[in-house]
């Protein structure tokens, strides 16, 4: 019995793999690579250059290519697909579960589509348009049909007998799913309670009737947060009338939830998420990057210039009082910044369900009253800190009354904002940092400058 | 054979608990939560008054209870548990995975934990003290003893016996360890592969020895991303010399992600994550969120009245070009805004591991060579907008050149200050939007005053 114990790395694998190809060592590498985990491979031929990428990609038999072409980022995938011919790529696609392949084909080489359909196998093909015809980033996009299907009158023994069978052609076997014979989900048994039953009972009295499943047009946010809701393996997808077409197996939730968290954070920051946010930070062109950001700048840009308009229209009040122009970035910074953690906490509030449609006004109530009493509390450093700088009594009260009115207006529109957009079904997470903070900015100076004009009366 | 096929919802739950509150009808509300999953009754408890959430926590059997409690807020915890003996606490406590006990004792109810480990069963105690060791938010603290263990030389015929016997003390049985009789972890097998092999076959001929461990030590989020790299379904912490101590479950690590996510995206919008971000926007009481909000509003206040110090070295020139002060918003404000979308990029790409400690130097250039491009195409349009407001060509072209320096600027900071607190071992998510609008206000404002003086001859 000779047993090795190896922990497996990522480090490990790259090392190997720069050691084989600077020793054109391509026999040992190939038996090597063999062993590993294609998440791990993909993330070499992530790094690697083109031609050794092509080099390594080429060692690997094609059922292991199929695997590594799913972890691979967008631009490695259309790199190596490229050097392929359109069958060698069909080959590669009947070795893939079809939400792969629909994935690969809708999002990484979607220009090749028509084509690639074409030289698949016809039924893997069919299944493959039955998925694409769903919403991207929906249930239906996600789904393998390659789950264990079971009839309710099976014996525990019956179905141990019948998954040996059927073992090669199914994804996961943790959960097995009780059809009727029209195809409609009417239970869940766990592998587990199947092994642990007595071998003559039958799957009717062993299978969990309390179900939880999705529609194909589901969100995937929606199905992270029932996964996670549930501590569930997998999640069945069902049509209206309970027909089963397939399950969304736990690891690609987690790869939604990263995804979606890359995409919150991107478009918190003000970017355009979409398209690079699966993609490791150096494969992204730096043409695409600037495309993805500058556009989101621009717009902030022409917002942000209404703030020039606002001054524009006190250019009389700011000559008199220069000393009023001091205090404009701290003011409108504290405003943004305020905004910025309303936003923040509502976008999760709303992503994880624990604010709904119904509580809007408790909201506002709430982050009306919580703006209110941090601005007071920095409304009296400001007072303090003015006058510190050797401001007059009156500037000073401007500038503390000020920080109040602007934190209350910040803390409301930084959760009016997300709520509105909920409201119409817009993610709120597209009420970026930067967006609350321009925002403020402009209706902040024209806070001031009233609030100047009152006190100081110019 | 009567199915009935009902959709679990916590909806559905939510009405029915109303409805049995309302009528009085505790006897059956009793059974009907004896159906119903934890996570959907704890969301209903959370949403409760006090009096009402005790009356339906009454009416659950000890070992639901325990589940409850583990999915309950924070608030809702500490208010259920007040009203039970420390020995019924005690008892609750024994129900739960070591895991769950732990996180109860160190987070929810920390002033108690030392007169409820005395309730405890002592073994019980004893292990919850074990996990206690470990630091807040480690493998150590997210792992359960309740796992499968099987030996080499059984055969799969065996194992299944053996697994019948030991099913009522394990918490997952989708996979099953191999222990060597020194305790050391030496492979894992699924109970898929042993359901399926001949009977006869040993488990030393089915198991997996490329193994993918972590240590007791290892953070939370270290964990997640090793599980959503591989596809795990659990992920076995041992020690250095390879004794087992326990598995992680999928379903904690999800909660883990969901966790940091909240986490990420609080500190990004600046504001301190810890403790209230596994609560609920409504269980958080109005004088937590002000402590956790104004304490980074008043630092960042701090340093934003740089600016004010900045403006007031330039007062002069800033009198005699009182149109120098219109574009101040404007200039720090996309300088600000520019910042904000680099840190949402390195902060993801750093959390992903896409981005390493060797790779300090390309991220700065690209990000330089990102900004400059940009902040050329935004200073050609802001030149233009400021002809456009009748400014002079001097004043627009100092304007112009100002968007394309801050641009720059606030990209490389923007990439250089979460490449600088990985490399402090900081978490890089600490670097929020706010944090670099407020560092880019001030150093910006100097580099628009100093370009002025220059251009305009001030």
Partial sequence: MAITNRVMTYENLEHRVYEALAHNNLESLKEYLATQHPANIAAVLDRLNHPQRHQVFALLAPAQQAKVLDELSTEATQNVLDILSPQEVGVLLNYMPMDEAARLLAEEVPKQRAELLEVMSPEHAAAVQTLLQYPPESAGRMMTEKFARVQPELTAAETLAYLRQINPEVETLTDLYVLNPAGQLIGVVSLRDVVVAAPERCIDELMNTELVTVAPDTDREEVARLVSHYDYLAMPVVTPDKHMLGIIPVDDVIDALVAEQT??????????????????????????????????????????????????????????????????????????????????????????????????????????????????????????????????????????????????????????????????RIDPAVVSAPLITTLVDATGLAIYMLIAKAILGL
Wanted: hydrophobic share 50%; charged share 15%; proline share 3%.
């Fill in 263 to 424: 995409e919150d954070i991107m478009k918190f920051g003000g970017m355009e998420g979409g398209g690079i946010s699966n993609q490791p930070y150096f494969t992204v062109p730096l043409p695409m990057v600037i495309r993805k950001r500058v556009g989101w700048l621009f717009l902030l840009f022409v917002a942000e210039t209404f703030t020039g308009t606002v001054l524009r229209h006190f250019e009389d009040e700011l000559a008199k009082v220069v000393a009023l122009s001091f205090f404009i970035p701290l003011l409108i910074g504290t405003g943004g910044n305020t905004g910025a953690q309303t936003v923040s906490t509502l976008i999760r509030g709303l992503a994880l369900g624990q604010i709904q449609m119904r509580d809007i006004w408790r909201v506002i109530q709430r982050e009306l009253l919580s703006g209110l009493l941090m601005g007071s509390l920095l409304g009296l450093v400001a007072f303090g800190r003015a006058l510190l700088w050797g401001s007059s009594t009156q500037l000073s009260l401007v500038v503390g009354l000020t920080v109040v009115a602007i934190c209350t207006w910040a803390n409301t529109i930084g959760a009016l904002i997300p709520l509105l957009a909920y409201r119409l």
